[in-house]
């Protein structure tokens, strides 16, 4: 179809150095819904970096508005051209999103490819997507952007070519690659189904384990965190997007107690929607969790910059709040006292951790099993002594607070969950005892 998507697809493992200019154009917030806001051009040379290229060059513009057919005014479009002919770039970066036509007039006016923060994205999640789910949820995530794309693409194409005689083979031509691709769109979201189901089938039996998930910015160590609470073994790269698969690690805080901790996608500045959309299932970790462990980089330039965009992410996939215990890591980056003290005040019960030290991952793992005894009351049952072994784990974690036998009945002071308790009453033959004893 010789879309751009095409051809940009694999520019990160063809063409390992392609050489780019980045532009941002800083728009008033209120612009687009909102969703102009302020162009960050280190974080889209990071993403630049991350696909494989190199950053040769910068401009940057303040504009009320985008030009409507090349997005950039005409004199900063003069100095675009100056630059990417003075850099020898192969290849222009926009933050902000293009249209097809603005993409295109650029292309022809620059002479060299140009990419907007989705495709760019799109195109790093493409290289960095291993699982077949991860690969089947990136294709997703790319048709559904092409889709809208098509049909301007086509019309922009008739209205060059003078509409009437070219019209009919147009139209045949657009409803040709819609039903080719929305036939693939319905392909991918039966096998992403699929997926989905026989992930369910193993996830069933942490059934009433507490769960907490790691969510965070992209490349703020929530992986790093993850293999050293859990001894996990998942990819840690200095890159945006390491990780694009859930992981899930059962974590045993002692022989009785026990929780789920997960490692999934980080999350970015203006996500491609699609992105969250097709990411769905590999999210629903997230959504099912009963904490969320935001992982913020503390040394990152603006951490509330980066929280705030989480948290807009989070609100897409979990639209009811959720208890949040926020973790402030790579404290061995920045005065560790004066950041402390600052961020205290805006998070008070927020911990501090160095995630590539043992000490460090040995101190969250603590703060998540309390997060978990926390959820622990104290109740007294009344257990036929004939399944007395049901309660020895509680016994060697020193959870019975006090016990008597009266005929062939314990008593049994326990303090548990209420998972744990519903598991003694209704497999154990065991009945409550009295009234709530804290
Ligand atoms: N200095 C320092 N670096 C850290 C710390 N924790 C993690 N890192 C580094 O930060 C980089 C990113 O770590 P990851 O664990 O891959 O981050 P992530 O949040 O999983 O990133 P994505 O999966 O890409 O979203 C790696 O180079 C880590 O070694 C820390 O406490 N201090
Ligand atoms: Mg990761």
């Known amino acids: 179809m010789g879309t751009r998507i095409d051809q940009q697809q694999g520019f990160a493992t063809e063409l390992p150095r392609e050489r780019a200019v980045v532009v941002g154009v800083h728009l008033p917030e209120a612009w687009a819904g909102g969703k102009g806001g302020d162009a960050d051009l ?18 940057e513009q303040r504009r009320a508005r985008p030009e409507s057919a090349t997005f950039l005014g005409s004199g900063k479009l003069e100095e675009l051209k100056e630059l990417v002919a003075g850099t020898e770039a192969t290849m222009v970066v926009f933050d902000n999103d293009l249209s097809p036509a603005q993409g295109r007039n650029l292309e022809k006016a620059v002479d060299c490819k140009v990419l907007d923060r989705t495709e760019l994205i799109l195109d790093i999640f493409a290289s960095h997507a291993r699982s077949r789910q991860a690969r089947l949820q990136v294709e997703l995530a790319q048709l559904q952007y092409l889709l809208p794309r098509l049909t301007r693409l086509w019309s922009h194409l008739e209205k060059q070519a003078g509409g009437i005689g070219t019209r009919g083979p147009g139209e045949t031509q657009l409803e040709t690659d819609r039903r080719i691709l929305g036939r693939r769109l319905a392909q991918l979201r039966r096998e992403l189904q699929d997926v989905e189901s026989t992930r369910r089938t193993q996830v069933g039996s942490r059934e009433g384990l507490y769960r907490a998930a790691l969510v965070g910015y992209t490349n703020a160590g929530k992986s790093t965190l993850m293999n050293g609470i859990t001894g996990a073994d998942v990819y840690v790269q200095d890159q945006l997007f390491a990780t694009l698969d859930a992981t899930t690690r059962r974590v045993d805080a002692d022989e009785r107690r026990r929780f789920l901790l997960t490692d999934t996608v980080g999350f970015i500045r203006k996500l491609p929607h699609h992105l969250v959309e097709s990411f769905k299932a590999t999210l629903e970790e997230v959504r ?24 807009k992410v989070l609100k897409e996939i979990a639209p009811q709040e959720k208890p949040t215990l926020m973790v402030f890591n790579k404290m061995d980056l920045v005065d560790a006292e004066l950041f402390r003290n600052r961020w205290t005040r805006v998070y008070p019960d927020a911990v501090f951790v160095r995630g590539r030290e043992p000490e460090g991952t040995a101190e969250l793992r603590e703060i998540l099993t309390a997060r978990l005894l926390g959820r622990e009351v104290v109740r007294t049952v009344a257990l036929p002594i004939t399944n007395l072994h049901a309660i020895s784990a509680f016994h060697r974690t020193g959870a019975v607070l006090e016990q008597t036998f009266h005929a062939d009945l314990c008593h049994a002071t326990l303090r548990l969950t209420e998972e744990e308790l519903g598991r003694l009453l209704s497999r154990e033959g065991a009945v409550l005892v009295g009234d709530d004893r804290g």
Not at 289 to 307: F, R, W, Y
Request: aromatic share 0%; net charge negative; glycine share 10%.
């Open 42 to 59: 280190p974080e889209l040379g990071r993403l630049v970096e991350t696909a494989g290229g190199l950053v040769v060059g910068e401009l």
């Open 288 to 311: 099912e969790a009963d904490l969320m462990v935001h992982v913020v980089d503390a040394s990152a330039e603006d951490p509330q910059h980066q929280i705030d965009a989480v948290n």
